[in-house]
Antibody
Framework: QVQLVQSGAEVKKPGASVKVSCKASGYTFTSYGISWVRQAPGQGLEWMGWISAYNGNTNYAQKLQGRVTMTTDTSTSTAYMELRSLRSDDTAVYYC????????????????WGQGTMVTVSS | DIQMTQSPSSLSASVGDRVTITCRASQGISNSLAWYQQKPGKAPKLLLYAASRLESGVPSRFSGSGSGTDYTLTISSLQPEDFATYYCQQYYSTGFTFGPGTKVDIK
């Protein structure tokens, strides 16, 4: 079945970096883009950015520009999200989510979600 | 970025009740709106897209409507498995912002 499986929980110190993976299966990876969405404890959902699994084009949320990098490895059907210079307010569950359509450049609903990866930033 | 608001922020309802949640965008979004359901500790689940189109496998008691800046999600007869938090999301312009959520709990 179509699914996205994410890497496990991480604990990082302030100023460090974290890289979360999202492995796709059950569909042609390069046919759909992937967005990353995070959710701080007890809070709502925040879109972080999008990457085309076809050509690697990216579109990042303005507030994260310069701290976030999204990449893909088409040989393993895996998307990655790296966040640098971590702060305590980056503590959140990080989700990857697939574009519902194959040509929407992030501008469409997200139909398949990973299970989430908890990232805790604490000294 | 387009700002999204939802009302109410929470509601208490009984099984069988009709429930309506409203979502408003700070500018017109041309029906580029999705609704998601999230249960505690789980990833969001897509319910509707393009404001009123039901995602495959989603029960028909869920429906959506609206245009321009104002949209609604309606659950025609609330079921026990529907107690959750509901989010709207605009995908009209980058930023792809979510509403703050509406928590539906048991009266």
């Amino acid at each position: 079945q179509v699914q996205l499986v994410q890497s496990g929980a991480e604990v990082k110190k302030p100023g460090a970096s974290v890289k979360v993976s999202c492995k796709a299966s059950g569909y042609t990876f390069t046919s759909y883009g992937i967005s990353w969405v995070r959710q701080a404890p007890g809070q709502g959902l925040e879109w972080m950015g999008w990457i085309s699994a076809y050509n690697g084009n990216t579109n990042y949320a303005q507030k994260l520009q310069g701290r976030v990098t999204m990449t893909t490895d088409t040989s393993t059907s895996t998307a990655y999200m790296e966040l640098r210079s971590l702060r305590s307010d980056d503590t959140a569950v990080y989700y990857c989510a697939r574009d519902q359509l194959g040509y929407c450049s992030g501008g469409c609903a997200f139909d398949i979600w990973g299970q989430g990866t908890m990232v805790t930033v604490s000294s | 970025d387009i700002q999204m608001t939802q009302s109410p922020s929470s509601l208490s309802a009984s099984v069988g009740d009709r429930v309506t949640i409203t979502c408003r965008a700070s500018q017109g979004i041309s029906n580029s709106l999705a609704w998601y359901q999230q249960k505690p500790g789980k990833a969001p689940k897509l319910l509707l897209y393009a404001a009123s189109r039901l995602e495959s496998g989603v029960p028909s008691r869920f429906s959506g409507s609206g245009s321009g800046t104002d949209y609604t999600l309606t659950i025609s007869s609330l079921q026990p498995e529907d107690f959750a938090t509901y989010y709207c999301q605009q995908y009209y312009s980058t930023g792809f912002t979510f509403g703050p959520g509406t928590k539906v709990d048991i009266k």
